[in-house]
């Protein structure tokens, strides 16, 4: 058994010194620093909610040299956002979760001073974005019980094979969860691109609201959407949209909470007119709408 354990203690502390080059510390708020991971060549991806300025922005090492950093543009949605600077850190081995299960081993790395950091816990949970609160959009994510230190976000997890699920993020108070490489990978990829995140606009503000039985029976569906306010010359009050409408449909898509909408508001349709389906009066109607642009910095 003492074999067993050391063993297992020193592969976790060779998992640790193999991906440790590819974190950085990030320096963009007045607080403690945060920690980054390598991309790319050049390219850090890090948590949005740790990057409290657009420039003074400055990244440190694991060799000790500190170095200006540029934002490229973030997205406060995925709470993601990517620096550039001049530095040739190896790329670590990034791999999609699909694989994942819960009671997995992982390894939370953060580089909030200069020497890394390390914490070991398991995975509890495999989740759908549909349930992260309000005004954080992701496909999915991963909630663990690892420790998370002050500074770890933007840093990464790792599972037993070296390989990183994504980065930690502490945007939910008392929760650690990971942001998975898949989302990761669409958002970085657009800010690189565009230097910003492309998405729908309707203009309503809306929450979820139980459907009576009869409407029930005849879409399917146990919840939409209560408008509760439609921004003024808006898409949607262009297409018809009206305070107490009930929407239970977007361009297909049931609504049964407003981060389906979210979801439904991607950057493939925009400047398209799409079908909304909604109860109003008690009757089901279509609405013909042009979805708008709404730009995330």
Same mark, same amino acid.
């Given at each position: 058994m003492?074999?067993?354990?050391?063993?297992?203690?020193?592969?976790?502390?060779?998992?640790?010194?193999?991906?440790?080059?590819?974190?950085?510390?990030?320096?963009?708020?007045?607080?403690?620093?945060?920690?980054?991971t390598?991309?790319?060549?050049?390219?850090?991806?890090?948590?949005?909610?740790?990057?409290?300025?657009?420039?003074?922005?400055?990244?440190?090492?694991?060799?000790?040299?500190r170095?200006?950093?540029?934002l490229?543009?973030?997205?406060?949605?995925?709470?993601?956002?990517?620096?550039?600077a001049?530095?040739?850190?190896?790329?670590?081995l990034?791999?999609?979760?699909? #694989?994942?299960?819960?009671?997995?081993? @992982?390894? *939370? $790395?953060?580089?909030?001073?200069?020497?890394?950091?390390?914490? %070991? !816990? +398991?995975?509890?949970?495999?989740?759908?974005?549909?349930?992260?609160?309000?005004?954080?959009?992701?496909?999915?994510?991963?909630?663990?019980?690892?420790?998370?230190?002050?500074?770890?976000?933007?840093?990464?997890?790792?599972?037993?094979?070296?390989?990183?699920?994504?980065?930690?993020?502490?945007?939910?108070?008392?929760?650690?969860?990971?942001?998975? #490489?898949?989302?990761?990978?669409?958002? @970085?990829? *657009? $800010?690189?691109?565009?230097?910003?995140?492309?998405?729908?606009? %309707? !203009? +309503?503000?809306?929450?979820?609201?139980?459907?009576?039985?009869?409407?029930?029976?005849?879409?399917?569906?146990?919840?939409?959407?209560?408008?509760?306010?439609?921004e003024?010359?808006?898409?949607?009050?262009?297409?018809?949209?009206?305070?107490?409408?009930?929407?239970?449909?977007?361009?297909?898509?049931?609504?049964?909470?407003?981060?389906?909408?979210?979801?439904?508001?991607?950057?493939?349709?925009?400047?398209k007119?799409?079908?909304?389906?909604?109860?109003r009066?008690g009757? %089901?109607?279509?609405?013909?709408?042009?979805?708008?642009?709404?730009?995330?910095?």
């Open positions: 003492p074999d067993v354990l050391q063993n297992l203690s020193d592969e976790l502390a060779a998992l640790t010194e193999q991906v440790s080059v590819s974190v950085v510390r990030v320096e963009a708020r007045r607080r403690l620093p945060a920690s980054g390598v991309w790319d060549k050049g390219v850090v991806v890090t948590a949005n909610h740790v990057v409290e300025r657009d420039d003074d922005i400055h990244i440190g090492l694991p060799d000790g040299n170095l200006s950093a540029k490229v543009g973030r997205d406060p949605l995925s709470d993601i956002a990517v620096l550039r001049e530095f040739d850190l190896p790329v670590p990034w791999t999609t979760p699909e #694989t994942a299960r819960v009671g997995q081993l @992982v390894l *939370a $790395l953060g580089r909030p001073s200069r020497h890394i950091m390390a914490t %070991l !816990g +398991v995975i509890s949970a495999l989740e759908t974005g549909d349930q992260l609160p309000r005004g954080i959009q992701v496909d999915h994510f991963l909630q663990t019980d690892v420790v998370m230190y002050p500074g770890f976000s933007g840093g990464a997890l790792i599972s037993a094979n070296g390989r990183v699920l994504g980065i930690n993020t502490s945007a939910m108070r008392g929760i650690s969860l990971t942001i998975p #490489t898949s989302t990761i990978r669409r958002v @970085v990829e *657009a $800010l690189l691109k565009h230097g910003k995140i492309q998405r729908g606009y %309707l !203009g +309503v503000g809306a929450q979820a609201i139980k459907l009576s039985p009869a409407i029930t029976a005849k879409v399917g569906q146990s919840y939409g959407l209560l408008v509760a306010s439609v003024p010359d808006s898409p949607a009050e262009q297409g018809g949209v009206l305070i107490g409408d009930i929407l239970l449909r977007f361009n297909e898509m049931a609504l049964s909470s407003p981060e389906d909408l979210l979801r439904g508001l991607q950057s493939d349709c925009i400047s007119t799409v079908p909304i389906v909604i109860v009066g009757e %089901l109607q279509t609405l013909q709408v042009t979805v708008g642009e709404r730009l995330m910095r």
